[in-house]
C-alpha cells in the first residue's frame, strides 16, 4: 500500500492528530506526518497497539513527550473508528475542526463571523479577519467579500527594506530541514573520481578531486495572498523584498499571487531591484486587492501547475487564512498540498498581533495539513521564523500566543 492509497479519512485524521501533538509541545519531526503515513502503509495489521507502537516510533521521539502522546492517541484512535470525540481536553486552547464556521469570529475583538462580515468598508467598519476597523471609502470595501473586483498593483516608491540577512537565515534553516538532500562538494578527497579521470588522461598524473556533503539549495513554490485584507495587515515593501530575496536565493521556485485568481509573477520578481519588480508588475498590471478564495488558487494551482509542487521543495504560503470561498474545498486541495510537497509552511500577517487565534474557519481548516505555522509582518518575524526552524524544527508557532510582543497591525488608509 503506497501513501496516497490510505483511506481519506485516515488521512485526515492522522494529520490532525500530528497538529495537535505539535500544539501540545510534542517535539514531532518536521517529515512526521510522512514518515508516520509510511509506518502505517507498512502494518500487516491495523489493530490499535499495531497503530500506536508505529505512530510513537515516528512521531515521538522524546521520552517525556510519551504522556501527551499516549493521551491524544487515545481521541486520535477513537475519531478514526468513527466514535464521537473531540480533542477540547488538550489544553490546545484551539476550536476543533468540526466547530460550525459561524459560530466563531475571525480574531479577538471581532463580533463578525467571516460570512456575515460588512461589505461596505465605511469609514469604523471592522475588517473581516483584521483587528480594529478600517477607513477605506465604500467603494473599496468590496476587496472583503469572496468576490471583491481586483485592481492593479500601484505602489509608488518603495521603501528600501534590508531583507537580506533575514532571507539568509530563512533560507539555510529550510535547506537544513529534515528529509533534505546532500550533494557532492569540494571538501574531501573523492578517490573514485580521481582514478576516472585518471584513467581518461592515460593514466597521467593529476590534482585529487575533492568532495563534502553539503545541503541543497532551498527549493519550492512560494503562494502570496495579496487580498485586501492581506494588504492591510502587512507592509508592501517588506512584503516584495523579501519575495524578491527568496526569488533570487531558492532554486527553481514560482512566485504565485492570489486573491479570487491565481496569476504566475515570478518573471517579475527576477528584476534586479525590489522597485523594478515593483514597476514590472504595474507595466504588466497584475490585479490584486480582491476578495479571497484560497481553495479556488490551489485548484488552479493544482490543474495547471501540479509540477510547481513535489517532495523535494517546500511550500511557502502568505496569508490570513480568511478563505471566502468553500472551506471544504479548501481542506481538500490542501490535502493535496501536504501530500505532494516536502513541507508546507504558512506565514499569517495576522498572527503578528497578540490579540490573534486561529478562530477563522479557513484557517482552522488548514491546521491539520500545515508542517509551520508562523506570525509574519515584517522582517524581525521572519528572523524569528529562521530561528525556530533551525532549532525546531517545523511548528505551529503562531498558535502560541504567549511572550507574544504586543503591537499594533498597520491598517492602510
Known sequence: MTVDALAEHLRVELVTFVARLRSAGVRVPGDGSLAAAEALCALDGADREAVRAALRATLC????????????????????????????????????????????????????????????????????GGVGSTERNAGAGSAYSPTGASEPVSLGDVDDVNVEAAVAAFTDAVAALPGRRWERGDGTPDAKRALRRSVSQGGVPISLPRRERERTAARGVVLVDVSGSVLDAIDESVLFAVIHAIRARWRRTPVFFFDTALRDVSEAFDRGSVAAAARALEAARVEWGGGTRIAGALATLRERRPESVDRRGVVLVVSDGIERGDVAGLREQLAWLSRRAGAVLWLNPLAADPRWSPAAPGMRAALPFLDGLYAFADVADLERIAASLAERGPDLAAVDLADRPSRRLRVRH
Open 61 to 128: 521521539d522524546r521520552p517525556t513527550d510519551r504522556e501527551a502522546f499516549d493521551r491524544l492517541f487515545e481521541v486520535f484512535w477513537a475519531r478514526l473508528r468513527g466514535e464521537d470525540a473531540d480533542y477540547d481536553d488538550d489544553g490546545a486552547g484551539m476550536a476543533t475542526i468540526d466547530t460550525d464556521a459561524g459560530a466563531v469570529a475571525d480574531a479577538p475583538g471581532q463580533t463578525t463571523p467571516e460570512e456575515e462580515a460588512p461589505v461596505g468598508g465605511a469609514t469604523g467598519g471592522t475588517l473581516a
